[in-house]
C-alpha cells in the first residue's frame, strides 16, 4: 500500500478516496475524514502519532528535553516539515498540537 502525498491531493480528492474506502457518498471534509484515510493509507493519522514520531526525532537528534521553548519550537518545525514533506495534509499542520510525553511547559 501507497503513502498518500497530502500535498497533490485536493479536498475532493481525499472525500472520494474516503468514500472508497467506506463504501460511502459523503461530500464534507473534515479532519476525522481525513485521518481515515491518513490511517488507512499508513500517513501519520492523529495528533498522537505525529507526537510519538516527534518523541522518537527529539531522541535521535538528543534535543535538551529540559528545555521547553526549545521543544515547542521543534514541534512547530516538525509538524510543518511533515506538511511539506505531503505526509499530512494542511488541516492536520493547523490543527494539531503536541500530545507527547515531553513536558513543553515553562517551569
Given at each position: 500500500m501507497k503513502i498518500l502525498n497530502f500535498k497533490t491531493l485536493s479536498e475532493q480528492e481525499i472525500i472520494?478516496?474516503?468514500n472508497l474506502i467506506n463504501a460511502r457518498n459523503v461530500r464534507k471534509f473534515?479532519?476525522?475524514r481525513l485521518e481515515e484515510v491518513a490511517e488507512y493509507y499508513g500517513n501519520p493519522a492523529s495528533e498522537k502519532d505525529v507526537s510519538?514520531?516527534?518523541d522518537e526525532w527529539v531522541k535521535e537528534c538528543k534535543l535538551d528535553t529540559e528545555d521547553a521553548p526549545?521543544?515547542?519550537e521543534s514541534f512547530a518545525n516538525f509538524v510543518d516539515s511533515l506538511?511539506?514533506?505531503g505526509l499530512i495534509h494542511?488541516?492536520?499542520v493547523q490543527s494539531y498540537e503536541y500530545v507527547g510525553?515531553?513536558?513543553m511547559e515553562d517551569s
Open positions: 472520494e478516496e474516503y473534515t479532519l476525522e510519538d514520531s516527534f526549545l521543544l515547542r506538511g511539506q514533506e494542511s488541516l492536520q510525553k515531553l513536558n
